[in-house]
């Protein structure tokens, strides 16, 4: 009994030392686990650099997975042998979305994080009130007569300055 039971933990210890042999890990964290749609979320990743053959690499604009979009990349350092991002991400889908697992290979070893999921809700509108104007009217003091006036007079100050 005392043989199985030392084989048994000398498995569970095998297997352990194997799953953490390699110490690489990409820590994602997120300030909030909902917005609103359209809302921004403070993201930050961590990874070591050491022995890494790939690496991430975020711009503004950039998309992660399908939902998320990068608003502003607010820093990149390497520290301390590891490389640190901190992001801004949205969403404009609404219901249950994941900002996927990040990977960085170290040799042929494939090292990724946890999706981390998120609540995209919706704003609440209020059907009953009328639209507002965003901005107000803008009402041009030239009217289309008074370009094409311009434009000529432009043009025969031009050709005159060539001719004379």
Do not use: C
């Amino acid at each position: 009994m005392s043989q199985t039971f030392r084989n048994i933990l000398f498995s569970i210890f095998g297997v352990l030392l194997l799953m953490n042999s390699s110490g690489q890990t990409i820590e994602v964290n997120i300030n909030r686990d909902s917005i609103l749609i359209g809302e921004v979320i403070s993201m930050s990743i961590q990874y070591p650099i050491s022995n890494s053959t790939t690496s991430l690499d975020f711009i503004k604009g950039d998309s992660i997975g399908n939902s998320f979009e990068v608003f502003n990349v607010v820093s990149k350092d390497t520290l301390d042998g590891k490389t640190r991002f901190q992001l801004n991400v949205s969403s404009f889908d609404p219901g249950n979305q994941f900002i996927p697992s990040l990977s960085v290979y170290y040799d042929t070893n494939k090292v990724s994080s946890q999706q981390i999921p998120i609540f995209v809700s919706l704003v609440a509108v209020d059907t009953s009130k009328p639209f507002k104007d965003i901005h107000p009217t803008y009402d041009d003091p030239l009217t289309s007569a008074d370009k094409w006036e311009l434009f000529w007079k432009f043009i025969q100050r031009v050709w005159f300055i060539i001719v004379a």
